[in-house]
């Protein structure tokens, strides 16, 4: 493939709908913090009884993985470092570099909103949290790697995986009591804008790199 057709990956659109999403992501904070005093939504309410009636020690297990996997030291430290190991391995650098750069940066939004806007936790949690419900870090990490992979390796059933992945994640928080429904929400606009906006610019180096590994 040509340089200049590559050029052609890197497009405005990319920025513009990650920007919108991350700003979207906001506003639901902005708008949880003002209406209602921090408190749910009738969304997040309904959507909590409706859950709660369906715990059951066969689905606390699943949901307790999910947990395990999808934050903590495991989440934020090994499955990325692990990633970037393989990608490495199979010299994919730019790739490694791409996903590296989006995990650090979903985090540090999440830490950045989390912080800014406080917003209490359910009060049937059934793990332990740190502060800020608002977003869910569990959930933008899952569709940060969901939207990376999907981007790196360019498959389908890659981003089918990504989206049931996030999905399943942000069933499995508010299963837990560890976040309201919006709180997934904001969580998964973040996970995906953050990655759509770091793999703008590194757009043409990652596509050519994933071209000449199928020649």
């Known amino acids: ?80 470092v692990a990633t970037i190991v393989v990608l490495c391995a199979l010299k ?18 999440v830490q950045l909103l989390k912080g800014l806007y406080g917003r209490p936790r359910p009060e049937d949690i059934l793990v332990t949290a740190d502060v800020g419900s608002f977003p869910s870090g569990h959930v933008a990490n899952a569709a940060t790697i969901a939207v990376s992979l999907g981007i790196i390796v360019g498959r389908t059933w890659v981003w089918f995986v990504g989206v049931l992945y996030t999905i399943l994640m942000a069933v499995s928080r508010t299963y837990l009591g560890a976040h309201w429904l919006t709180d997934t929400i904001g969580g998964a606009l973040i996970g995906a804008g953050v990655a759509v906006m770091v793999w703008a610019p590194l757009a043409s180096r990652v596509h050519l790199e994933r071209s000449s590994k199928r020649r």
């Open 92 to 109: 994919r650098f730019w790739a490694a570099l791409f996903y590296g750069l989006a995990a650090l940066a979903s985090a540090g939004v």
């Open 1 to 80: 493939m040509k340089a200049s057709e590559a050029k052609k990956v890197t497009r405005r659109w990319p920025l513009i709908s990650a920007l919108v999403a991350i700003v979207l992501s906001a506003l639901l904070g902005l708008l949880i913090a003002t209406r209602s005093g921090n408190l749910p939504l009738s969304l997040d309410s309904e959507w909590m009884e409706e859950i709660l009636e369906e715990r059951a020690i066969w689905l606390d297990v699943p949901a307790l993985f999910m947990d395990w996997i999808g934050g903590g030291i495991v989440g934020v430290v090994i499955v990325p």
